[in-house]
């Protein structure tokens, strides 16, 4: 749960270091020496990588004569076998390789039965869970688009082809620390319509519970109340809905069939927090295999065992939904471009090894086990492609926003030499010495937001296919962190950035915000760039509401303000006391002036006295490192000149 709190949405340059408990000892001893110096190196790049989905045929099937051609579609049961850590190097994942781990063990418990179960029964291993659930999208794509287009000659000898068209996927999606499991129709992974899903595998959560209930002879008085090792979670019948058997959202790779036709179940832990995965404590000792015992093995008398629900799909009559799913699976695919004025008219240039994002806002960032805000590497020519969106009904629609980056790094400046070119000439062009490009992976190519008309960054996904030209130009970054406006406990994310030459905005801009569009706490943050001549000014507001914050860098004897050179930035430093004397210098002058004209306002003068005193004490504070006053009395000045 805490892994969430770990990294960041937006492209804000700051360095993460993780110690481990081995080394406090070593660092304690440093610390008891007084004052030390060190410099502390960090690199941790971007890197394209290559995983494989393992697929193979268990056994072939032996219908009766009577089974219809229901009676006879393939079950897939699957888990993924990689992990993921917030510390992408230390990814132990002994937690998550337990899905795996029991999918081996149902493997050679089906291949080591007497007789063949009448439904072929297939398993896969899928690779890349952590970036976005890539393998199972990826087989996914291939099979439906088999299925639907039919196969390439060089497609049609291959395992997947000769399989045909399964009757459900099952996924196996376990961990130990609980003695309970579920079967699931649904997830959070692309957030499906519930009503649209789950009346379809109703029946198939009833007939699993009663069949899981019908080993249970040592139960007395079974209920839907008895706390059995196995729970229906499609239905409703424990009072409970299924996301509630998680304290945290939590997607699953079944989700992925099923937004392609393709009925897909999940059998997931349920009651358990998996507080150790996506960090580097998901190690053995951590597990609860007391736990993981009583949740999958059979017991006669008192538990249905993992093996034996297995079987009941290998042994299912009929169909597995109650009618035919829609096929709302869909992808975007795109180039990430610059435009070099010396051979273009408009940007075609490629960006290759540009990393590209999209957000939904629906906070994504906090799936568990996975990164539900994904990155994708462009290829030689700038393109790049998401694959298992959703296509949406129309009172869902909602745009994702992507943003591409060109990163300083070794690997996206050799492979972008004219870029590379184009960003130092103008980087010459500003107060900065343009030297070599310091390789430490802050942003030199930034998407452009300023004409969404011309060039969008916002896409309303309304077809299976959908493409889109993102265009980035050389920028510099700068991130505001703690914008909640201490009046009201609001988020400012209306911020307005204006060159401060000619009081508009700039002609190229783009800005970040956190993959929520309710805030979040633990990223109230924003980035925004634009071209690093530039002065700028900054406006922060909520909506149609009055400005809470500006931000000019301004004195006492130029109210109005200079702005600032974005080159010379990382952030901007003690902005929350900066941006609240900008606003007290401003009204300074502005009550100076109604003076002049006889207009005087007791109330004002005593909200600019007092604010006057709190920042004094905010400066105070914060030459002497006494952090917590001074965020306190700047929030205070603050508060108290936004009302005047």
């Known amino acids: 749960p805490k892994s969430r709190k770990k990294f960041l949405t937006v492209p804000a340059n700051v360095p993460r270091f993780y110690i481990a408990r081995e080394d406090l000892a070593a660092l304690n001893s440093l610390l008891a020496q007084g004052d030390v110096e060190a410099t502390i ?22 219908p009766p004569k009577n089974a219809s051609s229901l009676d006879t579609k393939p079950v897939v049961f699957h888990a993924y076998y990689d992990s993921i850590s917030v510390t992408p190097t230390l990814a132990p994942g002994a937690e998550q390789a337990c899905g795996a781990a029991t999918l081996l063990e149902l493997a050679r418990y089906i291949r080591n039965l007497p007789g063949s179960p009448p439904r072929p029964i297939y398993v896969l291993f899928t690779g890349g869970h952590g970036q976005t659930l890539a393998g199972m999208t990826h087989f996914v794509r291939r099979l439906s688009d088999g299925l639907e287009r039919g196969w390439t000659a060089d497609a049609r000898g291959t395992l997947i082809a ?18 309970r499991m579920g079967v699931f129709c649904l997830g959070h992974y692309r957030e499906q319509p519930e009503g649209q899903i789950r009346p379809k595998f109703s029946n198939l959560g009833v007939k699993l519970d009663e069949f899981a209930k019908s080993f249970l002879t040592e139960y007395e008085n079974l209920s839907v109340h008895t706390m059995t090792s196995f729970v229906d979670c499609i239905n409703l019948s424990h009072g409970r809905g299924w996301w509630t058997f998680f304290p945290y959202r939590i997607p699953f790779e079944s989700e992925l069939p099923t937004l392609a036709g393709l009925p897909g179940v999940t059998l997931a832990t349920v009651n358990d927090d998996r507080r150790h995965v996506d960090t580097p404590d998901d190690v053995e000792i951590h597990q609860r295999f007391d736990l993981f015992e009583k949740q999958i093995v059979h017991k006669p008398g008192e538990r249905v065992g993992l093996a034996k629900i297995a079987l009941a799909f290998a042994y299912w009559r009929g169909p597995f939904v109650s009618s035919q799913l829609d096929h709302t699976m869909a ?24 990393a590209v994002t999209y957000k939904t806002y629906k906070a994504n960032k906090h799936l568990m086990g996975t990164r539900g805000v994904p990155m994708a590497l462009t290829d030689a020519e700038g393109r790049f ?5 959703m296509l949406p009904a129309t009172w869902m629609r909602m745009p994702i926003v992507l943003e591409a980056y060109g990163l300083a790094s070794k ?25 070599a490009i310091p390789l430490d992976g802050s942003v030199l190519y930034g998407v452009d937001c300023a004409r969404q008309g011309e060039y969008p960054t916002e ?13 980035a130009f050389p920028c510099k970054t700068i991130t505001l962190a703690g914008l909640t406006e201490p009046r009201n406990f609001i988020t400012l994310y209306d911020l307005v950035l204006l060159d401060a030459a000619t009081e508009s905005p700039p002609f190229q801009w783009g800005e970040s915000l956190s993959d929520s569009w309710r805030g979040d706490p633990e990223e109230n943050c924003i980035t925004i760039w634009a071209d690093p001549t530039l002065r700028v000014r900054l406006t922060l507001g909520f909506g149609f509401q009055e400005k809470r914050l500006i931000l000019v860098n301004n004195t006492p004897e130029d109210p109005i303000g200079r702005g600032y050179r974005l080159s010379e930035l990382e952030t901007i430093p003690s902005w929350l006391l900066q941006g609240a004397r900008s606003m007290w210098y401003l009204d300074e002058e502005r009550v100076r002036s109604f003076e002049t004209h006889g207009i005087s306002n007791p109330r004002v003068h005593e909200l600019h006295e007092e604010s006057y005193q709190h920042l004094e004490r905010a400066e105070a504070a914060l030459e002497r490192r006494d952090y917590q006053t001074y965020r306190m009395a700047a929030e205070q000045g603050w508060a108290l000149e936004s009302r005047a």
Request: overall charge neutral; aromatic content about 8%.
């Open 411 to 435: 690997r996206f400046t050799e492979d972008n030499p004219n870029a590379r070119k184009e960003y130092l000439g103008v980087v010459a062009l500003s107060a900065s010495p343009a030297g």
């Open 162 to 179: 000769r399989m045909g068209e399964p009757g459900i996927f099952v996924g196996l999606d376990l961990s130990t620390r609980s003695d």
């Open 41 to 62: 190196h960090c690199a941790m790049d971007w890197q394209p990588a290559r995983t494989r989905n393992l697929f193979a045929r268990l056994t072939e099937g032996s």
């Open 459 to 471: 896409l309303l996904i309304r077809k299976k296919v959908e493409h889109i030209n993102l265009v």
């Open 385 to 389: 492609e998401f694959d298992g969106m």
């Open 331 to 354: 992808k975007v695919a795109g180039r990430a471009v610059w435009l070099d004025q010396e051979i273009d008219y408009t940007p075609n240039r490629p960006l290759r090894g540009a």
